[in-house]
């Protein structure tokens, strides 16, 4: 008995030691990738991180409790004080949509990009009467939803004429995986907190503009040529009036191409603040990287600045004379998420 048991103990033993090794083999490594792979802000994540289950559903064709996106926004009392979700489910909602100041705490969830989009067409001399697009509550989220004014080119683009996709004046606002397409003057980052992540921008003059404090995280940037003009597009047109003022265009990592040579900003302000941090930039972006051709005034507070791009448009070598080429400390504050104080507002950021 004694022999049999020992024997049993034995193969027991073997028998776990070999299914030890099989796991440490082959199930550890997986599991080890698992904790390194990047993480995808979704809208399950977000759903999760703001903690409501009061939903809101948008149908274009008659499945839901509104069929307009601006309806459902009318629903919402004035002092709104808890999160509640506007879901717009896939279709073309052709609308101005306005997100007024008295109703805060609004989690825009679409479909996808791909899917789920507010048209409008407008110009106007006015940028903010123009925009399809406008929220000015503060706390404010979207997610997949592409903002599109579609006023054809030829109208868009004069001195008088602007064609805003949206107009984002909200203090702490975050876009997720959404999508903004105009020609002149996209996207008005006006003023607040801000932090686009996974975005795509499509334009051609101007067409990032405004005085927000924000971070473009992963964001593509796509220009489209106008060949009827002999100065060249913008990309970004950040207008910072003193040195005192907190705002500035910061875009992490994503990349820029498009169609045509355009500048990656012109100063619309004295203390213009634009960076473009660990960027790819393509042919598209000029030599000299930064024009002033707008603004009379000085070049000497202007902060125009790149930190470790890369690709054919990010050689330095002939850069406009008072752009900069930060060090690691230079870029630091900007780069980090406490730049627009992400930690105490966000839900995610990267």
């Known amino acids: 008995m004694v022999s049999f048991s020992s ?4 193969l027991s033993f073997s028998t776990f030691t070999m299914k030890l090794l099989i796991f440490i083999l082959f199930f550890v490594p997986y599991c080890a990738l698992a904790f390194d792979v990047k993480t995808v802000i979704d809208s399950p994540m977000l759903t999760q991180k703001i903690g409501t289950n009061r939903t809101i559903k948008v149908d274009i064709n008659g499945n839901g409790e509104f069929k307009s996106v601006q309806a459902a926004i009318d629903s919402i009392p004035e002092g709104n004080s808890n999160w509640v979700i506007v879901h717009i489910r896939k279709g073309v909602y052709r609308e101005k949509v306005h997100i007024p100041k008295n109703k805060r705490y609004i989690f825009m969830r679409g479909n996808g990009r791909g899917k789920t989009a507010i048209v409008w067409s407008e110009s106007s001399s006015d940028n903010i009467a123009s925009a399809t697009f406008k929220v000015e509550a503060p706390d404010f989220i979207a997610f997949g939803i592409s903002f599109k004014n579609d006023a054809p080119t030829g ?9 805003v996709a949206a107009f984002v004046a909200a203090e702490k ?3 997720y995986h959404c999508a903004f397409y105009s020609t002149h003057n996209t996207l008005f980052d006006y003023k607040g907190r801000h932090y686009y992540e996974s ?11 405004g005085r927000g404090r924000t971070i473009f995280q992963n964001c ?31 875009f992490i990592k994503g990349k820029v191409y498009g169609i045509g040579g355009v500048y990656l900003g012109r100063a619309k302000g004295p203390y213009s603040r634009v960076i473009f941090a660990k960027t790819y930039l393509s042919k598209t972006i000029v030599p000299e990287g930064w024009t002033n051709w707008s603004y009379d005034g000085s070049t000497e507070h202007l902060y125009h600045a790149e930190y470790k791009c890369h690709g054919p448009g990010a050689i330095a070598e002939k850069r ?12 630091a504050p900007f780069i980090s998420i406490d730049y627009i104080d992400g930690k105490n507002w966000l839900p995610a950021w990267l």
């Open 220 to 250: 593509e940037i796509f220009v489209v040529d106008d060949k009827r003009i002999s100065i060249r597009g913008s990309i970004t047109a950040a207008n910072r009036e003193n040195e005192s003022e907190m705002s500035g265009f910061i």
């Open 173 to 175: 606002a975050a876009f």
């Open 155 to 163: 109208v868009a683009y004069t001195s008088q004429n602007q064609s």
């Open 320 to 331: 406009a004379s008072w752009s900069r080429q930060l060090s690691d400390e230079e870029a």
């Open 7 to 10: 024997s049993c103990l034995s």
């Open 199 to 209: 975005c795509y921008i499509q334009g051609s003059i101007d067409f990032i503009f």
